[in-house]
């Protein structure tokens, strides 16, 4: 069994040009017995298909391509399934990792679901726990909230085994892009992984809600937040509740709409959502 299986999921990137494997490459500690999984999701293929500056380093490694952009909670469930590890590291294409990170998280223990406190521009900015975001006086109590992205985590193999006991699977697979690190919190807190969660020193990652992007790119990301919230309100919170908070976002809606205003989702694709179960990608 391998000490650590790492993700390194590209998208729209080759491999030269992704600062996560370079930061990897260039770091003078490194993972003992180790796999790093090149995942590329797309749009097109890669024009280099191997990485020797890795194998020089001693890692295992293998790329994987799925150009279609798959469903992330897919492409995390394959890897886990695919990798038995005392322990697995998700990481996106575009983070500068620190020595800091790379010697915290190949110290984690199976028994550890450990989160790297993420900076952006300098800011701390994940995790939240108990809805207050990570400061220096932030203790976590075995009840406690946890709320983070994916990029980073690291997940012990008894809290891999655990959130399977509970749920089946390690991320929900109902949701396809937005949703799937939220969901996966949401399964920790319910099934009681909080008092497995350790943070660790992090590094600093490009998050999309602070960058400026294109017409297309924010009707993209409308869209998506409105099917992640329809299907959270129908498998993560109870009926009543869900209803009376389907009927206030409706409201949030109208009220935005009669100011000349546009919300940050579309009622009617959350009422979709909601209704249908699924995403509108799901081949379920």
């Not at 790093?36 to 020089?56: M, R, Y």
């Not at 952006?120 to 207050?132: A, E, F, H, L």
């Not at 193999?157 to 390690?170: C, D, F, G, I």
């Amino acid at each position: 069994m391998l000490e650590t299986a790492i993700l390194v999921l590209l998208y729209n990137k080759e491999m030269k040009d992704s600062s996560t494997l370079n930061s990897l490459m260039k770091s003078t500690v490194q993972y003992s017995k180790a796999k790093i999984v090149i995942w590329n999701n797309g749009p097109k293929k890669l024009d280099i298909t191997a990485c020797p500056e890795l194998s020089h380093l001693g890692y295992q490694t293998e790329v994987i391509e799925t150009v279609s952009n798959e469903s992330l909670a897919v492409i995390y469930n394959r890897f886990i399934k695919a990798n038995p590890a005392k322990k697995y590291i998700l990481l996106d294409d575009d983070s500068e990792l620190s020595e800091e990170f790379i010697s915290a998280s190949a110290n984690s223990q199976p028994e550890h679901l450990s989160l790297p406190i993420i900076t952006s521009n300098g800011k701390v900015q994940y995790p939240s726990i108990d809805r207050k975001r990570y400061s220096s006086l932030t203790e976590i109590k075995p009840d406690s909230r946890i709320m983070t992205i994916g990029s980073g985590l690291v997940i012990g193999r008894e809290v891999v085994n655990a959130l399977k006991q509970h749920y089946k699977s390690v991320f929900d697979e109902r949701f396809y892009l937005y949703g799937v690190d939220t969901t996966f919190c949401l399964r920790v807190n319910k099934s009681g992984q909080a008092k497995s969660v350790k943070l660790i020193t992090g590094f600093d990652h490009a998050l999309s809600k602070l960058e400026n992007e294109t017409i297309k790119m924010v009707r993209f990301r409308r869209i998506e937040r409105s099917y992640e919230l329809g299907l959270k309100l129908r498998y993560y919170i109870p009926l009543s509740r869900s209803l009376f908070l389907l009927l206030k976002t409706g409201t949030s809606v109208l009220k935005r709409l009669c100011l000349g205003k546009r919300y940050k989702v579309s009622f009617l694709y959350v009422v979709k959502a909601f209704i249908s179960g699924k995403h509108y990608r799901s081949s379920f």
